[in-house]
T-cell receptor
Framework: DTAVSQTPKYLVTQMGNDKSIKCEQN?????MYWYKQDSKKFLKIMFS???????INETVPNRFSPKSPDKAHLNLHINSLELGDSAVYFC???????????????FGEGSRLTVL | GQNIDQPTEMTATEGAIVQINCTYQ??????LFWYQQHAGEAPTFLSY????GLEEKGRFSSFLSRSKGYSYLLLKELQMKDSASYLC???????????FGKGTTLSVSS
């Protein structure tokens, strides 16, 4: 059983379109995250939810909207896609928010988004 | 910001020992993680240090000096499968997110 799963794994779309990436974790964790990894492999935090509540919202354009219907799911919707949105988006989860407990982040396999 | 610096690339040969250094800003620091990421795959957890000292886990060890804002990951008896990116990540406030460095790409040759 995959611990953190994301769909789709690959997404190719045109500029201006709207797309969503879904994430589910079956680890029973309370905290979930979205990270963006650019072409230079730099992983940058976008959002974090704890028990369905938004706790981190970095300076991300408001075209990006996360939604957490329950603590096992955190989806990412992107409106009006731009070329610069091309990246790999990683979902992750942890038992507690990092630094609160000793637990680490578990990452999904990533969703590679290409905007043409 | 919380700059986390690590070398961009390193090379080594099978069987050797390599040390990957990481420096970070100490203000507000709350713990340091190392992750391994193979090309096209997800990062996977290697180690966590919150107190000064060395944590050993098989062929991999991680060291932390809080006063110096310095950590290293030590990989012994290198194998070809250790070729990957190694990501240093710090947490600055409990309940926030991991802040990652830009990663060190390690190439192991025979």
């Amino acid at each position: 059983d995959t611990a953190v799963s994301q769909t789709p794994k690959y997404l190719v779309t045109q500029m201006g379109n709207d797309k969503s990436i879904k994430c589910e974790q079956n680890l029973g964790h309370d905290t979930m995250y979205w990270y963006k990894q650019d072409s230079k492999k730099f992983l940058k935090i976008m959002f974090s939810y704890n028990n369905k509540e938004l706790i981190i919202n970095e300076t991300v354009p408001n075209r990006f909207s996360p939604k957490s219907p329950d603590k096992a799911h955190l989806n990412l919707h992107i409106n009006s896609l731009e070329l610069g949105d091309s990246a790999v988006y990683f979902c992750a989860s942890s038992q507690d928010p990092v630094g609160v407990g000793p637990g680490e982040l578990f990452f999904g396999e990533g969703s590679r988004l290409t905007v043409l | 910001g919380q700059n986390i610096d690590q070398p961009t690339e390193m090379t080594a040969t099978e069987g050797a020992i390599v040390q990957i250094n990481c420096t970070y800003q100490t203000s507000g620091f709350n713990g340091l993680f190392w992750y391994q990421q193979h090309a096209g795959e997800a990062p996977t957890f290697l180690s966590y240090n919150v107190l000064d000292g060395l944590e050993e886990k098989g062929r991999f060890s991680s060291f932390l000096s809080r006063s110096k804002g310095y950590s290293y990951l030590l990989l012994k008896e290198l194998q070809m499968k250790d070729s990957a990116s190694y990501l240093c990540a710090a947490v600055y406030q409990a309940g926030t997110a991991l802040i990652f460095g830009k990663g060190t790409t390690l190439s192991v040759s025979s």
